[in-house]
């Protein structure tokens, strides 16, 4: 079995720029210098400034060998103003240059201060963490993996911040490992085993809802998309974790879309959408990611996280078109297209979960092509009950590098989704509307008005060549997101406070 998500390299903090000694003892240093730092602060400074104005025309980065008896490798860029986002491919392209097999890569930051110092300092650690990461591989020779044992950070000693980047990168390392994993490898009663074994370690409380459960509480739109799998072993995992008392604690509900492989169903998918399907799993990996790194952090909180694991399958026993079937909400729903599936599966899984009345609920799927084809790969869409939300996830996004953009919600949309025959349709029989906002408006209608939620949709998950600091095509796009919503943004309450605030005169 393989280890969800392995050993990430210990971190060593260092209060001041290294010295020509500690330099020369060095065999691997990245350097990220300010626009206007001056390079004499540096052993070898001059030499370095020689050679960066030296460097082939255009090229952003350097890369040189200094003159000691190790021949450190150091590859440097200097910065200016820019994005997180802008900042973190950086720090992922000055990490490639370095060798893969260094046992120790010494981090510096030259000429920051303050926040700017922090910020390029939590870059440097999220690119090389994220490098550090081992992903499932079937080769027979397995390539060597690019893992340093220890970082050295020099200039800042903010164990706080050396914490949070080995939490975020271990939740992000899990659900990439996970989302890596072939889908024969990784089917629902596989995953269970995964989730139990870490439920385990973590102290998480698990409850499995099967079929047989499912069934006997009517969650008749899960069951619709399940149903399709022989010998399923398909169902709803609920987590349960909590630290901290009072009252201050907040409850969050995390639901994540797990289709360990969707072929469509009877509305079979061709063979080049179908490539890359065991990746429909990636909602779930992303929420059990988000509950790793809080678990990690210890984050003062009441977390509930809801995982529906199904495969979307054609067989006898496959949902079909026109098929009506009841939800746990007691809605009924007409099938439109079994492609849509993700839907299904999260309806009653949203509907468990917001029974617990959560102050946040967040989802994560990957639903839609649309919003790949509104977007983009380099960002997802995010959706909400709560307008006061809109601003904190542009700027949340933005601040944090993993970018979200928001799409309107409103109630005419619902029209694209009426049904003759029951109370809505999965989606619209027109492939020309915009069915990442139509699947955002059916999921509204299994979480109750109270219930402030989140729901987003992942059309960053796969990246070609990697994402801002992640160096891999599986990006674990979202559990840095909702680690900086959650704990930075402290979404919680804002909801109440907006809505005094609209309502005072
Ligand atoms: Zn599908």
């Not at 065999?27 to 626009?35: G, V």
């Not at 300092?121 to 081992?134: F, G, I, K, M």
């Not at 008392?245 to 509305?267: E, F, H």
């Amino acid at each position: 079995m393989f280890d969800f998500p392995g050993q990430l390299p210990e971190i060593r903090l260092h209060g001041k720029p290294p010295s020509e000694t500690a330099l020369n003892r060095m065999q691997a240093c990245m350097l990220l210098l300010a626009q206007d730092a001056a390079w004499e602060q540096l052993p070898f400074g001059t030499l370095l400034q020689q050679r960066w104005r030296r460097r082939a025309p255009g090229n952003a980065l350097l890369v040189t060998e200094l003159p000691n008896a190790r021949g450190t490798r150091l590859s440097v860029a200097r910065v200016g103003e820019l994005s997180t986002f802008a900042l973190l491919e950086l720090c992922r392209k000055l990490c490639a240059l370095q060798p893969p097999d260094s046992g120790a890569l010494h981090l510096v930051p030259l000429g920051f201060q303050g926040n700017a110092l922090r910020r390029v300092a939590e870059a440097l650690l999220a690119a090389t963490l994220a490098r550090s990461v081992h992903l499932p591989s079937y080769k027979k020779r397995a390539e060597p993996a690019p893992a340093p044992q220890v970082l050295h950070l020099y200039g800042l000693r903010e164990r706080r911040l050396a914490a949070r980047c080995l939490a975020e990168a271990a939740g992000n390392g899990l659900a990439r490992a996970l989302c890596t994993t072939p889908g024969n490898l990784l089917t629902p009663r596989i995953y269970l085993r995964h989730i139990r074994r870490l439920a385990r370690r973590a102290g998480w409380k698990l409850e499995f809802l099967d079929m047989a459960a499912l069934r006997r509480r009517g969650a008749g739109a899960f069951t619709a998309v399940a149903q399709g799998a022989p010998d399923s072993q398909s169902g709803i995992v609920h987590l349960h974790w909590e630290h901290g008392s009072g009252k201050a604690r907040p409850r969050i509900a995390l639901v994540g879309k797990g289709l360990c492989y969707d072929t469509g169903g009877v509305n079979l998918k061709s063979a080049r959408h179908m490539f890359g399907m065991h990746e429909d799993m990636t909602g779930s990996a992303v929420a059990l990611g988000v509950l790793h790194a809080l678990t990690r952090l210890k984050a003062h909180a009441s977390v509930d996280c809801w995982l529906a694991l199904a495969s979307n399958e054609i067989g006898p026993r496959s949902y079909k078109p026109n098929d009506v079937v009841k939800a746990l909400n007691g809605s009924t729903i007409e099938i439109v297209d079994t492609d849509a599936e993700g839907r299904m599966v999260l309806a009653d899984t949203l509907t468990l979960a917001a029974r617990a009345k959560p102050q946040l609920m967040l989802d994560f799927a990957t639903l839609t092509g649309a919003c790949i084809h509104a977007l983009g790969p380099a960002y997802s869409g995010a959706f909400t009950n709560r307008p006061v939300f809109l601003p904190e996830l542009i700027a949340g996004g933005s601040e944090c590098g993993e970018r979200v953009w928001p799409f309107p919600m409103d109630k005419d949309y619902d029209t694209a989704l009426q049904s003759q025959i029951a109370d809505l349709r999965q989606c619209a029989r027109d492939g020309s509307l915009p069915d990442h906002i139509l699947a955002a408006r059916f999921l509204r209608h299994f979480v109750p008005p109270e219930v402030p939620w989140i729901h987003l949709d992942l059309g960053s998950a796969r990246h070609k060549g990697g994402l801002a600091h992640v160096p891999t095509s599986s990006t674990g796009f979202g559990v840095r997101l909702a680690l900086h919503l959650l704990l930075d943004r402290r979404l919680i309450g804002l909801d109440r406070a907006g809505a005094r605030r609209a309502q005072a005169p």
